[in-house]
């Protein structure tokens, strides 16, 4: 998996002492745990605010991560005692990825697309999603080489505080919605309770009679 060889580099620049066999463990471990603790509160909790906490947080463990190797690599001293940072952040990372924005998205995919478009969106998305994740790894090395490790890692940081905007402004709350009134939030209608009132009602009517 991509996200295992951006790790395993990870873990060897930090001078950890952890072998990448057991940190490649130990996060199999973390997204096993974080991805069940999500499942069982997504429908508690909602999903914009599992995107949006998820999302949050991973922006600023990015950003932690790029001010240690941007001090390790001014001067190595300077983080002589903040060998845990990388540790604590990626941890972080990883469970928040789980929790929020590695199985929402794919829960909401089947939520989002209406059946006529479904066969074609899914698929779509997902190989997007994979393309970015091919991208991801191929250029990691590339870009720590070009631009310097903390910089690669706010680069990171920028593009998911782009995630944030667009999750806090375009993207709805499917909990609890039939596909008729999610369409209808995604159209952009003005009267969304009161089109959704009247479909609820069509609906009920249809069922008695």
């Known amino acids: 998996m991509w996200y295992k060889i951006v790790f395993n580099c990870l873990f060897q620049a930090a001078n950890t002492g952890i072998e990448a066999g057991i940190a ?14 999500s499942t069982t509160v997504v429908d508690r909790l909602g999903r914009r605010i599992l995107l949006l906490s998820s999302i949050s947080v991973m922006s600023i463990c990015t950003i932690l991560l790029g001010v240690y190797f941007f001090l390790k690599d001014q001067d190595a001293t300077q983080v002589a005692n903040l060998g845990w940072l990388p540790i604590v952040s990626l ?7 789980s929790f929020g924005f590695g199985p929402v998205p794919w829960l909401m995919m089947g939520e989002l697309f209406a059946s ?4 074609f969106a899914g698929p779509l998305a997902g190989t997007t999603n994979w393309l970015l994740a ?4 191929k250029t990691f090395s590339n870009l720590v ?11 990171f940081s920028g593009f998911s505080i782009l995630g944030l905007i667009f999750v806090f402004l375009i993207v709805p709350e499917t ?3 039939s596909l008729t009134e999610i369409q209808i939030m995604l159209n952009g209608s003005r009267d ?8 609820s009602n069509l609906s009920e009517s249809d069922v008695k009679n």
């Open 175 to 177: 909990k609890g919605q």
């Open 116 to 119: 006529d478009v479904k066969g």
């Open 145 to 155: 080489d070009a631009i310097g490790t903390g910089e690669t890692f706010w680069l």
């Open 91 to 97: 941890c972080v990372f990883i469970i928040m990825f």
């Open 192 to 199: 969304h309770n009161a089109s959704a009132t009247t479909v």
């Open 24 to 37: 490649t463990i130990i996060v199999g471990v973390m997204q096993v745990v974080a991805t069940f603790v």
């Open 134 to 137: 091919f991208v991801i790894t």
